[in-house]
C-alpha cells in the first residue's frame, strides 16, 4: 500500500496510527507529498481530485482519500471491529468522538492558516472564535472524560489523542492541560499505546518547519 502524506500533517499521523494499531503499517510505505491549500502536488491531485493528504492506494489499486476513510479500511481489512465497532450503537459513539476530534483538526489548520498570513490580511474576529471553538472542545473532552475512558481503543479515542499531541506539536502558546487535569492525566495515560509512540509528528524538512503542510 502507499500512503501518499507527510509526516507532520494530524490527518496523515491518524493514518499512520491506524496503520500502526492494526499491524498493517508494515505493509504501507509512506510516499512523502508536500501539500498546500494554496498549492497543489499534481501527483496528488491525479489520485485525488482535493489535493489533499492522506490518500491511500491499496495494493489491488484502490484509492481512499480521507483519514476516517482510510482508517475504516484499515480497521475492517484487520478484522478490528474493537476500532470501528459493528454495534449500531458503539458505531455511533465512535463516530461522535471521531468527529468532534477531527473537526478540532479543522479549526487548528484554519487557525493556522489564518495566522500564516501578512499581518494586515489577518481577520482578528476568526482566529477569536477559533479560541472560542478549541476552548470549547477540550472542556467538552474534560466534560466527557468517563466516556473516552468507557470507549476505550479506537478510530476516535486515537485520533483524541493525535489532535492533543498536535497541540503540543504546534500551538505551544496554548496551556491545554490547565484546569483541565482529567483530560491531561488521560493524554498521559494514552501516550503509552504502541500505535501513539511508534507514528510521532515530525517536521522533516528544516525549510518548512512549523509552516501548515
Ligand atoms: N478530511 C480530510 C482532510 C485532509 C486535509 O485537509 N489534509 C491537509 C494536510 S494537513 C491537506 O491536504 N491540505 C491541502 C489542501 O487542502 O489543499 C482527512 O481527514 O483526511
Same mark, same amino acid.
Given at each position: ?39 497543489f502536488s499534481p501527483s496528488v491531485t491525479a ?41 449500531? /450503537? ?9 468527529a468532534v476530534a477531527t473537526g478540532l483538526i /479543522? ?65 505551544? /502558546? ?17 501516550? /503509552? ?21
Open positions: 500500500m502507499r500512503l501518499l502524506g507527510t509526516t507532520r500533517s494530524p490527518y496523515v499521523r491518524k493514518v499512520r496510527v491506524f496503520a500502526a494499531e492494526t499491524g498493517l503499517i508494515d505493509r504501507m510505505e509512506l510516499e512523502l507529498h508536500s501539500v498546500h491549500m494554496a498549492g489520485l485525488n481530485p482535493l489535493g489533499r493528504v492522506p490518500t491511500l492506494v491499496t495494493d489491488d489499486g484502490q484509492v481512499f482519500r480521507d483519514s476516517l476513510v482510510i482508517g475504516v479500511y484499515l480497521a475492517t481489512e484487520a478484522g478490528r471491529h474493537d476500532l470501528w465497532p459493528a454495534d449500531r /450503537d458503539a458505531l455511533l459513539r465512535v463516530m461522535n468522538t471521531h /479543522d479549526i487548528l489548520i484554519l487557525r493556522l492558516v489564518e495566522l500564516g498570513k501578512p499581518k494586515d490580511r489577518i481577520w482578528p474576529e476568526l482566529i477569536d472564535a477559533t479560541a472560542s471553538k478549541i476552548d470549547a472542545v477540550l472542556d467538552h473532552f474534560e466534560a466527557g472524560i468517563g466516556e473516552l475512558e468507557a470507549e476505550g481503543r479506537t478510530l476516535g479515542t486515537l485520533s483524541v489523542a493525535v489532535v492533543l499531541d498536535y497541540l503540543d506539536f504546534r500551538f505551544h /502558546d496554548i496551556d491545554w492541560r490547565a484546569r483541565r487535569e482529567r483530560l491531561a492525566q488521560w493524554h498521559r495515560t494514552v501516550s /503509552d499505546w504502541p500505535a501513539l509512540r511508534s507514528q510521532p509528528f515530525m517536521d522533516a524538512s528544516p525549510a518548512l518547519a512549523g509552516k501548515i503542510r
